[in-house]
């Protein structure tokens, strides 16, 4: 719950003086080499915001669908929130693979399933995930040729 919390914090950096100034904090402790004339303009980062709200819904809608398909009940708004949680849960998890397992007990801890469902569920919206990646992959490559 704190690291939800906190993570509001980082729309913040939103505006791109802040972004701008994270990133030459960051570059101090060698951990960015991206500094202001890199960065993109402010509306081009309000824009992808707007878009990466808009999968990651998706994304956890996804994952509702399937998990009401499972535990037969209807579709819920909830699994939308918890997918996100444990994506940035899973995303914060640096050293774990893709928050392989991370992103799993996030769920379950928020998640009225049993551990064999939400891990199920989990598996097969990961797959899906990657075959839709894939087919985004190849449909830019034809349209870049």
Not at 68 to 86: K, M, Q, T, Y
Not at 115 to 128: D, E, Q
């Amino acid at each position: 719950r704190v690291i939800a919390l906190a993570s509001f914090g980082l729309v913040l950096l939103l505006d791109r003086r802040l972004l701008v100034a994270a990133v030459r904090l960051a570059r101090r402790f060698g951990l960015a080499e991206v500094v202001g004339g890199d960065m993109p303009s402010q509306r081009a980062i309000g824009r992808a915001y707007a878009w990466s709200v808009a999968a990651l819904a998706i994304s956890g809608l996804a994952f509702a669908v399937l998990l009401s398909s499972v535990d037969g009940e209807p579709l819920r708004v909830a699994p939308v929130a918890v997918v996100a949680l444990a994506w940035l849960a899973g995303f914060l998890a640096v050293p774990v693979p893709a928050g392989l397992g991370v992103r799993e007990a996030v769920m379950l801890a928020f998640l009225p399933a049993s551990a064999g469902t939400v891990i199920a569920v989990s598996l097969c919206h990961r797959i899906l995930s990657m075959a839709a990646e894939t087919l985004v992959i190849a449909a830019a490559r034809t349209r870049l040729r």
